[in-house]
């Protein structure tokens, strides 16, 4: 079989805080009202289905299942990893997500989720919800209790190229006005804390997790601050910005020719701005905005022309 690289169709999601922003990624979105694009996704809520090649049409889940090699053997029960774009056209909820231990003792088995986000784009003044002033676990509670919402939860202005590292535990919240891209751990355990008290197209308010979440928050809260490594290979720019037990994170930004070895058991590219081409073993791959490629283990030295950014994680 070729080696390649996949391309993936992603799913689409209807949240009620969604909006059109995904269109400028060139998707036929569903409706005015689309949160989220599930760019590499195996989940039972969600699978991107790949769209070249021999594979052509199989879903994420069950290439991993089928076809373990091109993910360089990694053991584990589902894929790892869960990459999307979001477009918040309203602020989303705010939540938090319990560590493995936690979700494995009180999710049935699940995992927990440590995420990350890169800014796309957002409007001029928009924000975020990360961290809490609580002091305590008492506190905490107390304020939860009596609704001290800006007392307790802190916001975070927020501008283009933007990168937040969102471990377990970190209260979080994307406001209205950013589309972020972001990369996580492949899980679905989530409890909100707060939701504006906002009522759904039936007139009801969206289920809170308040015990759970008072019982996962770290306390007192952490930024997770990251130190993004610069490097330069022909003419590509490297920005990693995280390597952490569950995933490595860069930004690729491409202006001209550069060669590349793909030595990762994966790695998973979302292209967020211009265009360009892959060149491997003599065949040439175009890319775009909007695309979402996976580089296989035993893919090799490739070149890289165009002029383009791009997202890149792995393991
Ligand atoms: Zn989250």
């Keep these: 079989m070729r080696t390649e690289p996949l391309f993936f169709e992603p799913v689409f999601k209807e949240r009620i805080w969604g ?4 269109t400028s990624f060139g998707y036929d979105i569903p409706s005015d009202k689309t949160g989220e694009c599930w760019a590499f996704a195996a989940h039972s809520n969600g699978q991107s289905i790949v769209k070249n090649g021999e594979l052509k049409g199989l879903a994420l889940g069950e290439l991993w299942e089928s076809h373990r090699s ?18 918040a056209n309203q602020d989303l909820s705010v939540q938090v997500h319990p ?6 003792l009180h999710e049935n088995k699940e995992l927990g989720k440590t995420e990350c986000w ?7 003044s928009a924000e975020i919800i990360y961290g809490h002033n609580a002091k305590t676990k008492e506190e905490l509670a107390e304020m939860i209790e009596q609704d001290k919402w800006d007392e307790l939860l802190q916001r975070i202005k927020v501008k283009p190229g933007d990168f937040f590292f969102v471990p377990s535990g970190t209260i979080h919240a994307i406001g209205a006005g950013v589309t972020i891209l972001e990369t996580q751990q ?6 909100r804390v707060y939701d504006y008290n906002r009522k759904d ?6 289920e809170l997790h308040l015990e759970k979440s008072i019982e996962v928050t770290k306390v007192p809260s952490v930024h997770a601050t990251t130190n993004t490594q610069h490097w330069k290979v022909d003419d590509l720019k490297v920005a990693r910005f995280i390597e952490c037990h569950y995933f490595t994170v860069e930004k690729w ?21 211009g265009n360009g081409k892959l ?9 775009k905005k909007g695309d979402h490629f996976l580089l296989p283990a035993d893919f090799g030295e490739y070149d890289v022309v165009g002029d383009a950014e791009m997202i890149a994680a792995s393991l």
């Design 19 to 22: 909006g059109t922003e995904l």
């Design 70 to 87: 091109l993910f360089g053997n990694v053991e584990g029960d589902r894929f790892p990893l869960l990459t999307k774009i979001l477009d």
């Design 99 to 104: 560590n493995d231990e936690y979700a494995y």
């Design 118 to 124: 890169y800014v796309i784009d957002c409007k001029e």
């Design 186 to 191: 492949n899980s679905d355990t989530t409890y």
């Design 201 to 206: 197209a039936d007139g009801k308010l969206r």
């Design 253 to 273: 930004d491409i202006n001209g020719t550069a060669r590349l070895k793909q030595e990762k058991p994966f790695i998973l590219v979302s292209v967020i701005k």
């Design 279 to 287: 060149i491997h073993e003599g065949n040439s791959y175009c890319f």
